[in-house]
């Protein structure tokens, strides 16, 4: 019996790795279209074509919602790659109950055959009774989140509302007329340009030629300050203000990152660094896989 059911796991940890290949692939394909669409967009709303504009972008939004359930589906299949060990019982181990059910549920309501595949196969490892009970969500383990964003519903008017608004100030489009975006404090954000190379925002040169301007900033603000944790890795000077800036996203739509009463804005540096992805085929770590997981449920 031994033999077969490793060839099972064997076969699951391949398809389960062309999955995630799939959806990373298609979430990236997603997201360049999302550009082309959102520029429309933000025409639309320059042109002071409305109506046409809060029709469309419903598509957006659609797509946006797709994306977001591909994102929790590819990390399920990480987490299910990540502890495949527990994949060799023949019963469901309570830690990956949630994973396997929300991939059962989702499969077939997905352009992904690779998950298609995985499901097939979890189907054969544990049981047609347990597929039935997955589909249905009958225990209420799917996870909420996959649940919702199947759903057919359009989208409330206030997301609608809230979308075009942040098309408009991504692109500089002056909607709804005349309201603007409050520029970011001086003290947080420099307008140079130039600066946008530096994610101190030209802070780490300050305190190299003069080490008690650092100290006499962060008198100002010490207690709040001293609570930043740079992030790991970072070899360079550390500003307190280095924060990930949060994604947009339907859960979400106007994300704000504030420190006490200020809001942050991240530059370009900043931006770009929170858009990388682990390289294909990488196993995550447990530890990485919950953290995200613990991000996703914040949104």
Known sequence: MMAPQATLVTKLKVQLKLAIARLRMVQQRDEQLGKTHRRAMAQLLEAGKIDSATIRVEN??????????????????????????????SVCDPGLEEAIKSIIYAAPKTEIKELGTVRVLLAEKYGKEFVLEAMENADGKVNDKVVK?????????????????????????????????????????????????????????????????????????????????????????RSPLMVTPPRMTTDNVHPKVTLGSMELKPNKKMESAAKKKEPEGAVPDISDLERRFAALKKR
């Open 149 to 237: 964003k199947l759903s057919v519903e359009p989208p409330k008017k206030e997301l609608v509302q809230g979308y075009l608004e942040e098309i408009a100030k991504a692109y500089g489009v002056d909607w709804p007329r005349g309201v603007r975006a409050t520029p970011p404090p001086p003290d947080l954000i420099d307008d140079n340009d130039a600066e946008d190379d530096d994610p101190s925002g030209g802070q780490a040169q300050k305190v190299l030629n003069d080490p008690l301007a650092a100290e006499r900033k962060l008198s100002r603000g010490e207690e709040e300050l001293g609570r930043a944790t740079p992030p790991r890795g970072f070899d360079g000077p």
């Open 60 to 89: 957006i939004i659609r797509s946006d919602i797709t994306s977001e359930l591909h994102e929790l589906l590819e990390l399920y299949c990480e987490l299910l790659l990540a502890r495949a060990g527990l994949l060799e019982g």
